[in-house]
């Protein structure tokens, strides 16, 4: 049974750096047949995907976002991450890992991510 | 970018009822799109990819179909673990936009 559990700060100051990670079970970020994605939610913009990384370190990103991005992977621990910086108020959001590039069929529980100082 | 716009926003509907969820795109798609339901607190479900196909160990009274720029879910007859919010999503552009979701309500 494959399981996502998404980890980090819940709280982030704005202009700050958001930090968040994906240990993934049951699966391995090592396989060449996933993409592990993030995406996340919030009441003004819904569902919105971030981006994905792929295991040899090959990124794709939302162009909304791209310049703000940075995705990273650790065969090591079985784990992927997400850095979003200069965050605001708009950043607030729950944020899900997932496995998947355009259909995600495996989702973490989700961690919701406060912006403020 | 690609807009996804599903309608109605909220159904409501009972036990039993055959309902029907529209998603339209801005432009074509061609068959690359998803949909999902969510439950209050949970994490999106994937219940249909390439706009037909169900995923594994979702019940066969989810149908999806369409192409280019029209798509529907359908729910034969609805139980009531159904009464969710069910997002489409296409995975075409670069930005894998999601609908706005629709909520199905217990009438």
């Known amino acids: 049974q494959v399981q996502l559990q998404e980890s980090g700060p819940g709280l982030v100051g704005p202009s700050e750096t958001l930090s968040l990670t994906c240990t993934v079970s049951?699966?391995?970020?090592?396989?060449?047949?996933?993409?592990w994605s993030w995406i996340r939610q919030s009441p003004e913009k819904g569902l919105e995907w971030i981006g994905y990384i792929y295991y040899i370190g090959t990124t794709k990103y939302n162009p909304s976002l791209r310049s703000r991005v940075t995705m990273s992977v650790d065969t090591s621990n079985n784990q992927f991450s997400l850095r979003l910086s200069s965050v605001t108020a708009a950043d607030m959001a729950v944020y899900y890992c997932a496995r998947g590039y355009g259909v995600f069929d495996q989702w973490g529980q989700g961690t919701l991510v406060t912006v403020s100082s | 970018d690609t807009q996804m716009t599903q309608s109605p926003s909220t159904l409501s509907a009972s036990v039993g009822d055959r309902v029907t969820i529209t998603c339209r795109a801005s432009q074509t798609i061609s068959s690359w799109l998803a949909w999902y339901q969510q439950k209050p607190g949970k994490a999106p479900k994937l219940l249909i990819y390439?706009?037909?196909t169900l995923e594994s160990g979702v019940p066969s009274r989810f149908t999806g179909s369409g192409s280019g720029t029209e798509f529907t879910l359908t729910i034969s007859s609805l139980q009531p673990d159904d009464f969710a919010t069910y997002y489409c999503?296409?995975?075409?552009?670069?930005?894998?936009?999601f609908g706005q979701g629709t909520k199905l309500e217990i009438k």
């Open positions: 999503q296409e995975y075409n552009s670069e930005s894998q936009t």
């Open positions: 390439r706009a037909s």
């Open positions: 049951g699966d391995s970020v090592s396989s060449s047949s996933n993409y």
